[in-house]
């Protein structure tokens, strides 16, 4: 039903029709203007309205913000876990090479990676995990006799990334709990979404963290050139003020060091990202279907690329950890498989095919005759 609706538009269809939840039909535009502004309190989502509202459903469906927890240590501690295990004597991180990668083929001795110095290595099979526009502008991986099809590669080229932008000040101590502050403000002006962050919890008199500004798409784009980082934060903390100027007048970093406090993140200016995490646009779903099923081309030795996308980006859940671990499992098994080895029972290459399912199998007993995990 919502297939080729936009976040805004199936907003329309609900609460502007005949049978609105609730009873009351919203006010057109102040309802849908508020609602963008606060959103259902991880920021606000009018910049999501022109994404694809199954992006949206599935956020919620799949309660991807429900029950969340704080990492002090930050979220690369997952990656750093999985890199410590040790397999015959040795950790993954001692088996991995940190090097540029410009350009993936394939060819007749298998899967040709070009280096950033121009060197060329050979591989018998390539998982590749980076943003679909990491895989169109550094690897080359859409170019003229690529090893994906022509509806793959339109899918790598054209799914939408979304912009995203944060802005981290360190402060000398949380004063939002001396002062008796909010620790999240939500605005529609500039600054947008201000949150504050406790590294340290048990300890009172530590330093604080305040995300000045955590913003999307539009919005984040607005502040591409804004200066450097005491230019950008002294704008926002304007800004900011003309919300809540007792907040405002606090975020300041320690020492007035606005090189060494400050942090920024432009999602669309950071190399091998390009943006922050996928969302389709309307009538999207048909590229994250050519991304997310790709590896099932392996079954067929006429169809195996040797080549196998995964990562979030290739995900119906992008920008979180569990589209990176599906697709990721998927890949692996498609590895396993063209190489000759076997995979368990119930496996995602014998268990899954096109179209996404939206069936919604209810029980566990059917989720597992399903075959999905």
Partial sequence: MFGNQSFYSALQ????????????????????????????????????????????????????????????????????????????????????????????TRNSEGV?????DGSVQFADRVIVTASTR??????????????????????????????????????ERKFWLDQKLPANIQTDTLVRGVYCLDYA??????????LLSYAWEDDAIKQLA?????????????????????????????NNDY????????????????GAFKLNFAGGDAQSQQLFF??????????????????DSCSFTGGWVEGALQTGINAVCAVIRSLGGSVVPNNPLDNMSPPYDYSGASTSEEREASGWR
């Fill in 134 to 171: 990491a895989m169109q502008i550094d690897m080359a991986l859409t170019a003229p006799a690529s090893a994906l099809s022509a509806q793959q590669c339109s899918a790598v080229n054209d799914v939408h990334l979304t912009s995203s932008s944060k802005v981290f000040v360190m402060t």
């Fill in 13 to 104: 269809t609900l609460f502007s029709g005949a049978n609105p939840p609730g009873g009351k039909q919203w006010r057109n535009p102040d309802d849908y203007e508020l609602f963008g502004a606060l959103g259902v309190g991880s920021g606000g989502l009018g910049p999501m309205y022109p994404v694809a509202f199954l992006e949206i459903v599935r956020l919620m469906v799949d309660e991807l913000e429900t029950d969340q927890l704080f990492i002090p240590a930050g979220i690369e501690s997952l990656a750093d876990a999985f890199s410590a295990q040790v397999f015959s004597g040795r950790s993954i991180a001692q088996r991995v090479v940190n090097t540029p990668v410009s350009r993936v």
């Fill in 112 to 116: 040709m990676l070009t280096l950033a």
């Fill in 294 to 311: 790709q590896f099932q081309d392996s079954l067929q030795p006429a169809t195996d690329p040797f080549i196998y996308l995964a990562g």
């Fill in 201 to 210: 919890p048990t300890d009172p008199d530590s330093a604080g963290v305040v």
């Fill in 259 to 274: 090189q060494t406090f400050v942090k920024t993140v432009d999602w669309d200016l950071q190399q091998g990202y390009y």
């Fill in 226 to 254: 804004l200066g450097d980082n005491q230019q950008r934060v002294q704008r926002l903390v304007a800004d900011l003020a003309q919300t809540n100027a007792a907040f405002a007048q606090y975020v300041v970093p320690i």
